[in-house]
């Protein structure tokens, strides 16, 4: 089956640095790309859509400057959170849609990465 | 308006017993289709059910069912023979064709508690 992997799983990090999260599709291509962010109970909220070798797509609320989003291949994004702060700290999940057609379980998810920024 | 409604924030279940999870929805679209995700606290969402607007029967995977009715717009989950490990957090999910991006909205989530 269509398996996404997400780097790293949890990390730690001291306010005002940057921290990089990859999203990787490992046995498909994935044109397009979603990365999420989920507070504690509750849902998940897109922050953005990905698609290869453009410019990522942000929802409204959503600083395109602090969360930098890099597809440049078709099985890589990444998601890069730039001087992040305590408020940054959250569950980002990441997904993938294949390349071809559109079948109706062509999203996958990644296992999350756990920010905490202290 | 919310796309997605899921009005249990929590459910209990007695093991070996079915538990249903609503969830309604809200579209103008006549092409759509309906997810149910499973997210235990390890925070992976597991896909589990899918069921699109045209589809006539009702969706079924092992022990889940969807519980389709269009004309109400509701998409409820039904578990048979809960398990312990059923417990986690439950999502569903609605993506539209409009606009050709296919990208979901999720609802709030359930809760689910399986009690031995």
């Known amino acids: 089956g269509a398996v996404v992997s997400q780097h790293p799983s949890w990390v730690i990090c001291k306010s005002g640095t940057s921290v990089k999260i990859e999203c990787r599709s490992l046995?498909?291509?994935?044109?397009?790309m979603f990365w999420y962010r989920q507070f504690p109970k509750q849902s998940l909220m897109l922050m953005a859509t990905?698609?290869?070798?453009?410019?990522?797509?942000?929802e409204q609320g959503v600083e395109k400057d602090k969360f930098l989003i890099n597809h440049a291949s078709l099985t890589l994004s990444t998601l890069t959170v730039t001087s992040a702060h305590p408020e940054d700290s959250s569950f980002y999940i990441c997904?993938?849609?294949?390349?071809?057609?559109?079948?109706?379980?062509?999203?996958?998810f990644g296992p999350g990465t756990r920010l905490t920024v202290t | 308006a919310q796309k997605i409604t899921q009005t249990q924030p929590g459910m209990f279940v007695q093991e070996k017993e079915a538990v249903t999870l609503d969830c309604t929805y809200d579209t103008s679209d006549q092409s759509y289709g309906l997810f149910w995700y499973k997210q235990p606290s390890s925070g992976e969402m597991i896909f589990l059910i899918y069921?699109?607007?045209?589809?006539?029967q009702n969706a079924t995977e092992g022990r889940y069912s969807l519980n389709f009715q269009k004309a109400r717009k509701s998409a409820n989950l039904v578990i048979s023979a809960s398990q312990l490990g059923d417990s986690a957090m439950y999502f569903c999910a609605m993506r539209e064709a409009s606009g050709g991006s296919y990208i979901p909205t999720f609802g709030r989530g359930t809760s689910l508690i399986v009690h031995p």
């Open positions: 990905s698609n290869e070798g453009s410019k990522a797509t942000y």
């Open positions: 997904s993938a849609r294949e390349t071809s057609g559109r079948t109706s379980y062509e999203q996958y």
């Open positions: 046995d498909f291509q994935a044109t397009t």
């Open positions: 069921q699109g607007s045209y589809d006539e």
